[in-house]
């Protein structure tokens, strides 16, 4: 017989905390313990979204304080500084957004972490508190450029809130990232046009596009299923592990054209002086802010300026492990040895077990004739510098 369908569960702390009950020895790579979901459900009722049968429309929320005890414990056991939200709609609740920022700032933990939402749940005191709480990079699901697609798609959003709050991204000084849909059935040429006109003029620093696949769960696949255009055998058959809406010449070029677009407008994504300038005076000092410049500032190798950025994090947060290893990279880079192994040490000093810094402590340790431990496959050592590469492990993004 069938499992009777079960009422959502309305407290999740009631969960646990997978970490607390994972060895590290359990895991190929403890970086993975870097993905948190802290909420389940989405009120969205996109065709092509499984969240809602899955999780169902009404969204629950894990407590501020079980998060950061999370965020706590992560950073106890196995130095993880670095945090990746997987939840649909992060910024959903405003005041539980606004409440875990302001336990974020008062742990003392300085972590830096990435999340997903949607275009319709941002505003500015929002943005602002997440960047203050390290927040360096989000995402959203756009899924496209025309207003009469994303009607076919039932987004429920248009491109009106997307455009606002992705500039509203830009103004608070985080990176942005964007998921786009085709291969759509109905799509023209000159809707893939409209897609590629919106990621000119929003500039986003990461694009995932991707052909539009029908999932069990979606209304877009039980409306195939019911008109006979997907066997109900399809899975076992065929042995694939997704259906595309729409296999033909224009998908592969809608795909490679923005490809393109997006590559270029990556290139183009990068904040100016003037705009580092001006998130400085509006925001005063921010962790997130320096880490940005210093980097910018190290892509043309202007490296006194990178140097003054790393070391004003030290100096104001000097319980912040990423000042520390961002300027050891830094001196590395530039041949200077000692000092940047004092740094790296103060970096394992604040987040013992760290395992990017482990890693380079074993790689600087080899230069030395020392025997290298284990690699971790944790964050690349780029750190913040393109955060899509710590979002590729995740998968496809959201779909809500």
Not at 362 to 382: D, F, M, Q, V, Y
Not at 385 to 392: D, R, T, Y
Request: with cysteine; net charge neutral.
């Amino acid at each position: 017989g069938r499992t009777l369908p079960q009422p959502p569960l309305e407290d999740l702390d009631a969960i646990g905390i997978p970490a607390e009950y994972l060895e590290a020895d359990f895991l190929n790579d403890v970086g993975q313990l870097a993905y948190l979901s802290t909420s389940r459900g989405c009120p969205a009722t996109c065709n092509f979204c499984n969240t809602p049968e899955f999780w169902g429309t009404s969204i629950r929320f894990r407590s501020a304080p079980s998060v950061l005890r999370e965020l706590r414990l992560l950073r106890e056991r196995h130095g993880l500084t670095y945090f990746s939200f997987r939840d649909d709609t992060f910024t959903a609740n405003r005041g539980r957004v606004l409440e875990l920022m302001a336990g974020i700032m008062g742990s003392g933990l300085h972590p830096l972490w990435n999340c997903q939402s949607r275009v319709n749940l941002v505003d500015e005191d929002r943005l602002v508190a997440m960047k203050r709480a390290g927040c360096e990079f989000m995402q959203f699901g756009v899924e496209h450029g025309s207003e009469r697609v994303l009607a076919l798609l039932d987004k429920g959003t248009d491109l009106r809130h997307a455009r606002r709050a992705l500039s509203l991204v830009r103004k608070v000084g985080m990176n942005v990232g964007i998921y786009l849909i085709t291969g759509i059935p109905g799509e023209t040429w000159a809707d893939v046009e409209e897609s590629a006109a919106f990621i000119r003029d929003t500039r986003p620093s990461d694009c995932q596009i991707s052909p539009l696949a029908l999932y069990p769960g979606t209304r877009m696949f039980n409306q195939y299923r019911a008109e006979g255009r997907i066997r109900k055998d399809f899975y076992r058959a065929s042995g694939d592990a997704e259906i595309f809406a729409r296999v033909d010449g224009h998908t592969e070029k809608a795909l490679r054209h923005l490809d393109q677009v997006a590559q270029r407008a990556k290139a183009n994504s990068r904040f100016t002086p003037a705009e580092f300038a001006e998130q400085k005076r509006w925001l005063g000092f921010c962790a997130v802010t320096n880490l940005l410049c210093g980097e910018a500032a190290e892509e043309e190798d202007r490296w006194v300026e990178a140097e003054a950025e790393y070391a004003e994090v030290i100096a104001r947060e000097p319980a912040n492990p990423w000042g520390f290893l961002k300027r050891a990279l830094l001196r590395d880079k530039r041949g200077q040895v000692d000092s940047a192994r004092a740094d790296l040490a103060e970096v394992l000093a604040l987040a013992p077990g760290n395992p990017e810094a482990t890693e380079l402590a074993a790689l600087w340790g080899l230069k030395r004739g020392k025997a290298r431990s284990k690699k971790s496959a944790h964050r690349p050592t780029g750190v913040m510098k393109g955060s899509e590469a710590f979002l590729h492990k995740v998968g496809s993004g959201p779909d809500d």
